[in-house]
């Protein structure tokens, strides 16, 4: 019995470590491509657990995500990259990873001033719904060093001007580095990253933005709702890229609002969705589950 | 027993054309207002059925809706409005609108090729949901004229070129006049109105519009939906004002969708979307609920 | 440039009869399933368009649907079956079914004297939203019947009591059968069917019920949902078995709803749900994206 | 400039105390009840800051919330409720309570093992989103000791059995009334409350159930759902009365599932239901907008 199994009977829940890999690949359509890698996997004993695929049908795109038992596979871990390359020989333009889930990913926090996302990701941390660590949160702010200290996770500080920007981004891409960090989550942090740190974590830095993107990018999206009169408002979480607000769109909800609810209640209504879209990101990411193309994601099922 | 007790208890369900009276005002806050209105009503024997109030804080402006039963009321119709007058002499800047609810409404529907929201309204108004008169369909096409017949409602053609929009907007305008129109509804109208014939129906031409706006104002909205990737779209119905698809919103609704949805799939899901949005605002148009205020509605409970 | 493109492309949209073939299938879960039968596919030319696998973990159980193009499909139509029960020879417990996409289904509608789901229907079934055949009209009412008649449909009437109950259904499944119906919709259609009727159409027979199921199963659902207070209502489609709205739910969806909400207000904001509910799952259905295995349903992506 | 526009206009926002008055009243449909009551607030210098009202038109009786601000009020505060009771006399069996806002509300919180709520709640109270009090935690086991703490709250075990629940709750209402609570919170409280027990706080225990009652009440709920095959979860809260799971209902959310979800991916999910359903309910709570009559609430806008 393996351990989805016993976290399904016993009623436990969260991503457990296990010894599965994924594969996430994307190339021109392509006839027989489904059996090519499936062969590769049964052939080696893998037993395929999940496996979603969608063609795009006006760009003949094929896209796929397979996860399988590496328990009984018969190719040694350091192999499996070559061997898989070997197998889809002649596939043209092939994109393609492979992940391995024997290791808990490493996370790094970005925070301002606004804690409920902080707190919401940590819950989840804390209670083993994500089996991942941080070894560090990041912050232009003293603010939020308390809630660090209350889960005994490192805080560094790294205030943010125009003239010092680079300089300090320098310094925070050396800690990420040193900590061996798999992606960034951007939990309510109220700083413009630049193009050449955004350039080191290419579909690997997660952002929440405040509105239903493409409505209302930018400052103040709630102030924006507000004065347009819309009847609903949305939170987005999305890959950072160099424009602002524009990278793929991972997740998104949104709640309704009345004539009766002010910019405050709008705030108010809004930090339940960006809890709910940046967390919902941060667990698609987490299974491997999701895929850019173009600037848009495809996230498997 | 009055009629809408009889509705609840037979299971009947519509709006039933009743002995009713509904003010919509405005005006300046003014400690003392309901209390001066409610009086009014109260004192010439007047039931107040239904009042809802909103104080926008921060404009100190303040709005109300009462609806009350005219059955006993001992003002006579026709000079309710200088009494009313009368009474909220001194209250600074109001706006106000007394309606009464013993005819039905009567609504020009219009139309181009998309037969949905033309058949969800039309089924509501054959079913009796809503108690209303529809003396005509206006369209800029023929092809929908088998459906005007399958419900033996008049239907006029006026196909608008760039160079004929004026003329035909006259001759529109004209036969609108000629059925005392209440309110216009757009189900689905291929084209812009002029700022001219908007001017003769200000809040009271109600459009359907096919994503979340502000997003996606414009044509095609779908495809632009799509190509940025969205994973929610959405309807949105607005008065109509002389800039396009920025007029008060009436009401949105929203669905979710995966990169799986082609732009076929947006256009399908989003009708189901239209059609339910279009007939909210239809709805509450017909009980007197919106009042407008700067580019914003009041939609009253 | 298939069908698919064109629509797409060119902003037409609906379900077009096509030289598809449809696999809907599970077993017990089986290491090289997936392989073994995409590569009977494709050996024989056949170009995958869709594929979704699901395994059940904890009863170890593996459910797929592939879709697949047949145009240059080297077996013929005919020999298909015969030619897959050979690949799969060996696969234990095995059921499986394939259809084919070159013809409409074959829809018959049971209605009794409400008419939003029966126009809802109608209204995609004309616009070729629904590529369709709707042979016949089945009720127990005469009271529609100038609806199928604005659809130029045969309507049929059956009075059901509690005497002529059996005969009168054994009347309707003769029509049925002449008329080489694919399967039945119930839309609001306000008759218990006999186990014996439904034996017939087992996983045929779509619903829709105006609740949550399974909060307020059987009659008056809106006003027991009112009498409990409930902040939210619901819709829910489902094929029909032997005990009474209790079979596998296909689609469900809600909305909110106040203390403001009369039983009236219920059945009105119920029956927007019902009808996109039902739609739902006519939509799937006519994909053959919907599988039954114990009380529920798989219904694939 | 109000607190309100202060916090409306700076962008922050939360539940301030403030010098307001919140009128909750029912009684038998009275011509007249609302200028009545809307006199005694004007005529002594109250502004009225928010008023709602509802009419249950089968039952003829009327429900108003009406909230003023009282700093120009010329009743002192100790004379209020006697002066409101004269205002009234002659209204037949009429409910009512006057609450003042300018202390914080004393909250308890109930908990057993799961931390998603409770870090919901108290992030709420340290970001002064909710201006309260939570003087204690109670719980039944230690394990979420280390959560008070990290908050510095006072956090008290009792453990429960059969033999020992009446002397525990005995001491837990020792404990209750000697820190003046207003009302109790069960944030996901795994144990059943005697009658005795919730008799002491009528409308003042507010629960979390991990279902849409009514379905599923009572254990394990996730688990039903999923042997059910159901496509849409929700969570509900509700005062807590002497039957199980059956008491008013204040709030209710839902998110859609599919075949794929297992019964852990239904408890993940509806971890986001059941935090932001409790702080609804709650936040209503907070601000008087709940009347409770029959097994139903109003929660007034």
Redesign the interface.
Known sequence: M?K??I???L????IYIMNHAVLLMHCADN??I??NI??F??QH?G?????????D??NKHFFMRVKWNMDSFTIPKENIRASFQQSVVGVKDIHWKIYFCDQPKRVALFVTK???CL??I???F??K?WDIEIPLIISNHEKLRYIAE??DIPYHVFPITKENKLAQEAKELLLLKEHNIDFLVLARYMQVLTDDFIAHYPSRIINIHHS?????PGA?PY?SAHK?????I?ATSHYVTAELDAG???????C?I???D????L??KG??LEK?VL?EAIWQKLQHKILTY??????F?
Chains 1, 2, 3, 4 share one sequence.
């Open positions: 393996d989805t199994d976290s399904t009977l009623g436990e829940k969260g006839k027989g489904i059996e499936t062969q996997i049964s004993e037993d395929i657990i999940e496996l979603d695929q969608y063609t049908r006006v606004l804690s409920h707190y919401d940590l819950q989840r804390q209670s719904e209350q889960f239903s993107l493409p409505a209302f103040k102030h347009r009169g819309v009847k609903i949305g793929p769109i991972i997740a998104q909800d949104v309704r009345t004539h009766t002010s910019v405050s209640d705030i108010r930090r339940n709910t967390s173009g600037n848009k994601t495809i996230v099922q």
